[in-house]
């Protein structure tokens, strides 16, 4: 166990679904991001929150909405996404955003 | 952009054998770099880090070495154990945007009994 926790761990969504992915750290870290994680792809990072503020959005599509109402917790909203959108979504966090970074688990997503 | 590669996308060892995963990066103003490794169906697992004032550290059964010059990172793993089997990333910190954690694509180590 790491200290971050994400659920679900799997879901399963239609293109017109709307839906959410939690994160929880319990590591009292300041800094909490998204990454994409695709077959044969380097990690690929969606967002980056420190102390609650977005900080980074590297130009992913609005169909993904972050939020992050504290600095233990930080959501993924979907929305009409597309099959090219199914992957691993994982979760990190880190004291500040130069630190070393631990990660949850993670939630396999599939869009039909 | 900073790009952070490793020269064999797979590697298999012999249960036993010392294991070697090679990995090349390209920012030479990166001063922290890390290695990760993923098992299947879990987030990636810190397992050593290094920073640039250093050229080699070792933490249990693994060991990390830093080559500045041709600014190339390794990781070594004694005695390979089948609980080894797993991709593994190494990450460089380029010191360059609010998050500056880059990712290479993974080595998958499979440790053959």
């Known amino acids: 166990e790491t200290g971050v926790t994400q659920t679900p761990r799997h879901l399963v969504m239609g293109m017109t679904n709307k839906k959410s992915l939690k994160c929880e750290q319990h590591l009292g870290h300041n800094a909490m991001y998204w990454y994409k994680q695709s077959a044969k792809k380097p990690l690929e990072l969606m967002f980056v929150?420190?102390?609650?503020?977005?900080?980074e959005n590297n130009s992913v599509p609005s169909r993904f909405s972050p939020e992050c109402p504290n600095s233990s917790h930080l959501f993924l909203h979907l929305h009409t996404l597309q099959p090219e959108d199914s992957a691993l979504y994982l979760c990190a966090s880190s004291l500040t955003t130069g630190d070393t970074q631990y990660f949850g688990p993670g939630t396999r997503l599939t869009v039909l | 952009g900073e790009s952070v590669g490793l020269h064999l996308p797979t590697l298999s060892v012999q249960e036993g054998d010392n294991s070697i995963i090679n990995c090349a990066y390209s920012n030479s103003a990166s001063d922290y770099f890390i290695w990760y490794k993923q098992e299947s169906g879990k987030g990636p697992q810190f397992i050593i880090d290094i920073r640039s004032n250093m050229d080699k550290r070792q933490g249990q059964r693994v060991t990390v070495l830093l080559n500045k010059t041709v600014k190339h990172l390794s990781l070594q793993i004694a005695a390979t154990q089948p609980g080894d089997s797993a991709v593994y990333f190494c990450?460089?910190?380029?010191?360059?945007?609010?998050?500056?954690?880059?990712f290479g694509t993974g080595t998958r180590l499979t440790v053959i009994p």
């Open positions: 929150y420190s102390l609650e503020e977005r900080v």
């Open positions: 990450a460089e910190n380029t010191q360059t945007g609010a998050n500056n954690l880059f």
